[in-house]
């Protein structure tokens, strides 16, 4: 994952944009990993509200 840099260069703009349009594809992966991203506020700023809205849709789409 770019975010990470595991098998990719380090690239975090790629990776949010990656996660971005897995979400805008319902992924349910994509939902989660932007929920934490969000609940630590380290790449991003943290969001309580963002962070409960895409951790709901990750649970919504299965993701447990």
Known sequence: ???EGIIVEK???AGIEFL??????NNAYCYFYLSMLHDEG???EKNPRLQFTYLKRAAEEGFV
């Not at 971005?20 to 594809?25: H, T």
């Open 1 to 3: 994952m770019a975010i």
């Open 20 to 25: 971005i349009k897995g979400a805008s594809k």
């Open 11 to 13: 690239d975090i703009n």
């Open 42 to 44: 380290i790449i991003v």
